[in-house]
């Protein structure tokens, strides 16, 4: 690791490989938690490269539990964390949302780091046992049109970074990694990113894959359509920077996105949308994100279509009861 460090503080950086076994290694827990802090810092420092990420994300899906969903067409709806602006639970909503309107999801995700409430708190805090018994999972999502993937229980090799993660409490390249490992490499994905730069990596590495996908980046630092400003939004076909105005949405305040402090308060800003209690403003967010969504898997509908299926998900209680059945 000191040669690897050397040369990553000149300014070299990683080849796709060297990025694969410098991951690998960690997993092995080959070196200190102090050489495994400053590698992960580095990143703090500078941007990281195509070839480092598409190696890291090369070891993470080398050493996952595999799932095959054996030509199942399923969506993740993930966004990397990281943006420090403290919302409440959009994608993981916008996951049940979208399972409501009748799509197959098959969710990726973890605790907290550098927010304070992330998708497996929430989840677990409304009742949902995690597992990667592949055959229990299969029947939710056959019966709930969702299933949960934990990721500690699917990247088990990750354990020796979760306490130095958890130390340092802000992101790192991890957090960029998250959304591109989940173990099914499901069929779509609609991404959030905390960085304009890091979206445009996502593209690149998504475009490699062949699978469909949509990746956002709010213009005022969310890693989802926060309808609080202009968005990017990258697609197979397109790249094109949006209004809140441009899909037919009204501007909204960014206090009014605020999530909860603890995973009860999140949990229950969650119930309070798939109850349709909420306010309009958690309401608009869910729904314009559940429609990009759909319409990453209906790319012929229109996203006014899109999203008036995402809201009538909401209005039905059908996200409600798929939710239900889930934790169930």
């Known amino acids: 690791m000191k040669n690897i460090l050397t040369k990553l503080f000149e300014h070299q950086k990683l080849s796709r490989q060297e990025a694969r076994e410098v991951l690998l290694n960690i997993s092995n827990a080959a070196y200190n938690p102090i050489q495994v802090a400053s590698f992960m810092t580095v990143y703090q420092m500078r941007p990281i490269s195509i070839h480092e990420l598409q190696g890291f994300r090369d070891a993470l899906l080398e050493l996952c539990v595999p799932f095959d969903l054996e030509g199942i067409e399923s969506i993740d709806i993930v966004g990397t964390g990281g943006d420090k602006k403290n919302t409440f639970n959009i994608s993981t909503l916008s996951s049940v949302v979208v399972a409501g309107a009748g799509y197959k ?3 990726h995700g973890s605790y907290g780091v550098s927010s304070s409430v992330g998708s497996s708190n929430v989840l677990q805090a409304l009742g949902y046992q995690f597992t990667n018994d592949k055959d229990e999972l299969k029947r939710q999502l056959e019966k709930a049109n969702i299933c ?6 699917f990247h088990p090799a990750m354990k020796e970074v979760v306490p130095i993660r958890r130390d340092l409490g802000m992101k790192t390249f991890f957090n960029m990694l998250g959304p591109l490992v989940n ?3 499901p069929t779509h994905q609609l991404f959030g990113t905390f960085s304009l730069e890091l979206s445009r990596l996502y593209q690149y590495i998504m475009q490699e894959t062949g699978r469909r996908f949509s990746i956002v980046y709010a213009l005022d630092g969310y890693d989802e359509v926060s309808l609080t400003g202009a968005f990017r939004l990258r697609t197979n076909e397109a790249d094109t920077v949006l209004q ?8 909204l305040l960014p206090q009014e996105l605020h999530g909860g402090d603890t995973a009860e308060e999140a949990a229950n800003i969650f119930m309070d949308v798939l109850r349709n209690e909420s306010t309009a403003a958690q309401q608009e967010v869910v729904v314009a994100n559940a429609g990009l969504a759909i319409q990453c898997m209906q790319p012929k509908k229109s996203l006014e279509d899109c999203m008036a299926e995402a809201r009538e998900s909401i209005l039905s209680q059908r996200a409600l009861q798929n939710l239900l059945k889930l934790v169930n």
């Open 183 to 185: 173990p099914i490499q």
């Open 148 to 153: 949960f993937l934990h990721a500690p229980l």
């Open 244 to 251: 809140p105005e441009d899909i037919g949405r009204k501007r």
């Open 105 to 107: 999801v098959t969710k």
